[in-house]
């Protein structure tokens, strides 16, 4: 399993990113898709998740409403569209995909909100 995160960068405070996850190696139609993320000097955190067919999905209390996870099964991709950003959601946000107790982890992306 290969999963390669981009799409990180600068951006300002109120401002929007948006990540994206290839994912190779395998079939994914099975594996639940998820992003975490790592402030500095903290744990890293769940933040969202959704099955490949699209549903459910989840997110971390503070990023409902502003964050949205998607995916495109042509590129086998899954997003992160990070809107009204705060300084608080910089960190490293890593792509997971998960099938029972197994994860496997791709690199992480760095996302650096300034106010």
């Known amino acids: 399993v290969q999963l390669q995160a981009s799409g990180g960068g600068l951006v300002q405070a109120g401002g929007s990113v948006r990540l994206s996850c290839a994912a190779s190696?395998?079939?994914?139609?099975?594996?639940?898709m998820k992003w975490f993320r790592q402030a500095p000097g903290k744990e890293r955190e769940f933040v969202a998740s959704?099955?490949?067919?699209?549903?459910?999905?989840y997110y971390l209390d503070s990023v409902k409403g502003r964050f949205t996870i998607s995916k495109d099964n042509a590129q086998s991709t899954v997003h992160l569209q990070m809107n009204s950003l705060k300084r608080e959601d910089t960190a490293v946000y890593y792509c997971?995909?998960?099938?029972?107790?197994?994860?496997?982890w791709g690199r992480g992306t760095l996302v650096t909100v300034s106010s």
């Open positions: 997971a995909a998960a099938l029972g107790p197994t994860t496997y």
């Open positions: 190696g395998r079939t994914f139609t099975s594996y639940v």
């Open positions: 959704m099955s490949w067919n699209g549903v459910p999905t």
